[in-house]
């Protein structure tokens, strides 16, 4: 059986994180989709700091319900996570959006 891709329907519109600089940073949520068994969140800084980049990270729920992101370790995970959320976002729309690590 092929992979499954999905977009993910969430009512939230922002997330707060903790950068690794120990900063926290209000980020609006872009989307949520899963490729099998693991869920991605894109994020970017509601702060304007990022201009066309934005964060692609593990997502996932605590036992109370409330989201947990974590970094993408493996190169090739993120180069494909990466590579579903473009052709789930669509090209002309993300031309200009990248990124950071």
Same mark, same amino acid.
């Given at each position: 059986?092929?992979?499954?891709?999905?977009?993910? !329907?969430?009512?939230? +519109?922002?997330?707060?994180?903790?950068?690794?600089?120990? !900063?926290?940073?209000?980020?609006?949520?872009?989307?949520?989709?899963?490729? %099998?068994?693991?869920?991605?969140?894109?994020? =970017?800084?509601?702060?304007?700091?990022?201009?066309?980049?934005?964060?692609?990270?593990?997502?996932?729920?605590?036992? +109370?319900?409330?989201?947990? =992101?974590?970094?993408?370790?493996? %190169?090739?995970?993120? +180069?494909?996570?990466?590579?579903?959320? !473009?052709?789930?976002?669509?090209?002309?729309? %993300?031309?200009?959006?990248?990124?950071?690590?």
């Amino acid at each position: 059986m092929g992979e499954i891709t999905e977009e993910i !329907r969430t009512d939230k +519109e922002q997330l707060t994180i903790l950068t690794d600089d120990g !900063r926290e940073l209000t980020c609006q949520i872009i989307m949520i989709f899963r490729i %099998n068994d693991q869920k991605y969140i894109v994020l =970017v800084p509601e702060d304007g700091s990022s201009a066309g980049n934005g964060f692609l990270m593990q997502f996932s729920l605590d036992e +109370e319900g409330g989201p947990v =992101v974590d970094k993408i370790e493996d %190169n090739t995970e993120y +180069e494909h996570a990466s590579s579903v959320f !473009r052709s789930l976002f669509g090209d002309e729309e %993300n031309q200009e959006f990248s990124f950071e690590e």
